[in-house]
């Protein structure tokens, strides 16, 4: 693949642009596997935490797939699955940020009534596994938003529902590019507010083995707006 050297402001955004532009013209096919995060940063000569938010950005216009121990994808533009929204200038304003995390609060909850529902054993276990890690790693800021992220997509899976994965796939990426955009919402870096959104997801988890849909829902309407009220007190702060 070509790459051009980048040197300016928002480097995150110029590597995606670049990359968009050889998926838009053709000269990344469909089916194609991008090289690792490590070689990119080294081609780009950027950091690590760079490439990733680039990546993050193209995950959420929808063309790349990014598998978990795979590496990255190049989706077809005419994809035949389900169209899902793309969000490449959400975070423009106030009002478009409220409008993403009112529509991550409607996915979600509506993910936990699901998941209590059709849950299997192994979804639970799965669940116990995320919020195990997610404790015995609290603290650190990174690992504490990746076992976060984790834990919605476990979450999402228990639905045994391909589309609401997907869907939650694209606001999640969206959601974090928004995070970044406003300079980082650090909850995982106060201990205080990490162990009160442990607790949160460990009643989300308890409602969904329970079979109880509508704690289920509850208890994630609770959490997505403590983490909404959050996100917006760091925006104000920083804005």
């Known amino acids: 693949?070509?790459?051009?050297?980048?040197?300016?402001?928002?480097?995150?955004?110029?590597?995606?642009?670049?990359?968009?532009?050889q998926i838009v013209s053709g000269k990344l096919p469909p089916g194609h596997k991008l090289p690792s995060t490590r070689e990119l940063t080294e081609r780009y000569q950027v950091?690590?935490?760079?490439?990733?938010?680039?990546?993050?950005?193209?995950?959420?216009?929808?063309?790349?797939?990014?598998?978990?121990?795979?590496?990255?994808f190049v989706r077809s533009m005419d994809d035949p699955e389900v169209e899902v929204p793309r969000f490449e200038h959400l975070f423009t304003s106030m009002e478009a940020v409220v409008e993403l995390l009112e529509a991550r609060i409607s996915l979600e909850v509506a993910n936990a009534g699901l998941a209590a529902t059709k849950r299997t054993d192994v979804d639970v276990a799965a669940l116990e596994a995320v919020l195990s890690d997610m404790d015995s790693?609290?603290?650190?800021?990174?690992?504490?938003e990746k076992q976060d992220m984790?834990?919605?997509?476990t979450l999402a899976q228990?639905?045994?529902?391909?589309?609401?994965?997907k869907l939650l796939e694209t606001i999640s990426a969206q959601v974090e590019l928004t995070i970044r955009e406003t300079r980082r919402v650090r909850l995982y870096?106060?201990?205080?507010?990490?162990?009160?959104l442990w607790l949160e997801h460990k009643a989300i988890?308890?409602?969904?083995?329970?079979?109880?849909?509508?704690?289920?829902?509850?208890?994630?309407?609770?959490?997505?707006?403590?983490?909404?009220?959050?996100?917006?007190k760091s925006i104000r702060r920083k804005g």
């Open 1 to 21: 693949m070509e790459v051009t050297r980048i040197a300016q402001r928002k480097i995150y955004e110029q590597i995606a642009d670049q990359i968009k532009d």
């Open 189 to 196: 870096g106060n201990k205080a507010i990490a162990g009160q």
């Open 158 to 165: 228990a639905t045994h529902n391909s589309i609401m994965v």
């Open 47 to 72: 950091g690590r935490s760079t490439m990733r938010e680039a990546l993050s950005m193209l995950k959420a216009m929808g063309l790349i797939e990014i598998r978990q121990g795979e590496g990255c």
């Open 205 to 232: 988890a308890d409602a969904v083995a329970a079979r109880d849909p509508e704690r289920a829902q509850a208890a994630m309407r609770r959490h997505l707006i403590h983490v909404e009220e959050e996100i917006m």
């Open 137 to 144: 790693e609290r603290g650190t800021e990174t690992v504490g």
């Open 150 to 153: 984790r834990f919605h997509l």
